[in-house]
């Protein structure tokens, strides 16, 4: 039997008409609306995309946004004086920098110039300590939006094993620190360009979370028949947006998958509505 999708888009929907209630919730009761700042600099193709549609996210549940863009040439200087003006603003509640920045700026001096209360994708050294120590302020979008998507189908991690394939800091480390804490509780096995014999190790995986970046690397011999699969993929080819899973293959052996576009990549972009209106919360009160 072909596996069950999960589909994120509807969920998605679902959390941001939850989300609509909130804010409006917040803005009678305060005296400023939750703003989320959103920093371009340059101008390529795939940030411009989604930073547009962040700001679209934004409106449809009543978070205000403003952009922020710097010329391709802005120099390290420039962008964090930006940072340091938005980390005053009594206005902002949420500052993004779109990633990635251009080569003459070190993305590690930006993401700890954004102050730790603003720093809504959970990128600050802070954050990313707060979260290790299990007490976080912000959890990082991608993560949570992985998280979200296993909870709200029903699909625990109690005592599962769960197999990470990509250890990058966005995505494959935070998660493996988030399962294995209280509460998630999951057996975690983090894999990597390294891992010797990396498809026995998948097969292992009652849930298998991929996020490396390479078009249907995860093939369907890779896969526990009735395994969750995450593909947190999103691959410009040819053929289109693709994911890291072979998703034709996979979808015979698997229980779940999901697909891409349509699974975790609407999640990512709710969360950061979730982080954006928390700051706002933690800011005026
Ligand atoms: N570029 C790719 N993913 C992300 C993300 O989650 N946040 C930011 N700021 N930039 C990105």
Known sequence: MPALLLDGKSLARQIRAELREEVADFIEN?????TLAAVLVGNDPASEVYVRFKRRDCEEVGIRSQLHRMPEESTQEELLALIAKLNK?????????QLPVPD??????????ISP??????????NVGRLVQNRPVYLPCTPHGCLELLKRNDISTVGKHVVIVGRSDIVGKPLSIMLAQRGADATVTLCHSRTQDLPAVTRLADILIVAIGRPKFVTADMVKPGA?????????TDGGLVG????????????????VPG???PLTRVMLLVNTLAAARRLEN
């Open 30 to 34: 305060n005296v400023t609306i939750p």
């Open 117 to 126: 209360l603003k720093d809504v994708d959970a990128f600050h050294p802070e």
């Open 89 to 97: 603003s009594d206005e902002v509640h949420g500052i993004l920098v």
């Open 228 to 236: 969750t699969v995450i593909d947190v993929g999103i691959n410009r």
């Open 263 to 265: 699974g975790v990549g």
């Open 244 to 259: 890291d899973v072979d998703f034709d293959g996979v979808k015979e052996v698997a229980g779940h998958l999901t697909p």
């Open 104 to 113: 003459q700026i070190r993305t590690e001096r930006v993401l700890e110039a």
